[in-house]
T-cell receptor
Framework: GAVVSQHPSWVICKSGTSVKIECRSL??????MFWYRQFPKQSLMLMAT?????????EQGVEKDKFLINHASLTLSTLTVTSAHPEDSSFYIC????????????FGPGTRLTVL | RKEVEQDPGPFNVPEGATVAFNCTYS??????FFWYRQDCRKEPKLLMS???SGNEDGRFTAQLNRASQYISLLIRDSKLSDSATYLC????????????FGRGTSLIVHP
């Protein structure tokens, strides 16, 4: 089956630092990847849609300068949380779609970010 | 009105019970629908896709009602291992594959 990995699985950082999270599709090419954030007891909130070779599309209310997304290849997308603050502490999950005209998503295991 | 709505629960049922969850969506152009299962502090995992009038997979049955814009998930003979949060996901329609997640319905199956 399609496998998506995320790295790191958890990270603790100091306020003001930047954190990079990687999302990789291991056995398929992903034209589109999604980045989500999930707070405790809340649903997944879509942050942005990342397409290979083009700029990410951010959802309303998500600061593009704070959450930098780079989809440099068909198997890798990165999310960088810049100048992290405690309120950025959350569970960040990526998902990948194999191909353009398919709507099946495969999720990564998530990254738990704690900002002190 | 939220795009995808679910009763958050929790649904607390004994083993062996049958339980049903509903999910309503607002975009009538939506084309595809899914149920995902999410365990605590884990990523969602695809449980079932619902493309036409519904489908069945073992103890799980999903139904789609386009006229009323809702989908349902029926779990028969509940197991302890079914305890999780069940997420309804609707894809936008109109050529969009952007998914919209419901808030999730929590299920607790007890002995």
């Amino acid at each position: 089956g399609a496998v998506v990995s995320q790295h790191p699985s958890w990270v603790i950082c100091k306020s003001g630092t930047s954190v990079k999270i990687e999302c990789r599709s291991l056995d398929f090419q992903a034209t589109t990847m999604f980045w989500y954030r999930q707070f405790p007891k809340q649903s997944l909130m879509l942050m942005a849609t990342s397409n290979e070779g083009s700029k990410a599309t951010y959802e309303q209310g998500v600061e593009k300068d704070k959450f930098l997304i780079n989809h440099a290849s068909l198997t890798l997308s990165t999310l960088t949380v810049t100048s992290a603050h405690p309120e950025d502490s959350s569970f960040y999950i990526c998902s990948a779609q194999p191909g353009t005209f398919t709507d099946t998503q495969y999720f990564g295991p998530g990254t738990r970010l704690t900002v002190l | 009105r939220k795009e995808v709505e679910q009763d958050p629960g929790p649904f607390n049922v004994p083993e062996g019970a049958t339980v049903a969850f509903n999910c309503t969506y607002s975009n009538s152009a939506s084309q595809s629908f899914f149920w995902y299962r999410q365990d605590c502090r884990k990523e969602p995992k695809l449980l079932m896709s619902v493309y036409s009038s519904g489908n069945e997979d073992g103890r799980f049955t999903a139904q789609l009602n386009r006229a009323s814009q809702y989908i349902s998930l029926l779990i028969r003979d509940s197991k302890l291992s079914d305890s999780a949060t069940y997420l309804c996901v609707v894809n936008g329609g109109g050529g969009s594959y952007i998914p919209t997640f419901g808030r999730g319905t929590s299920l607790i199956v007890h002995p």
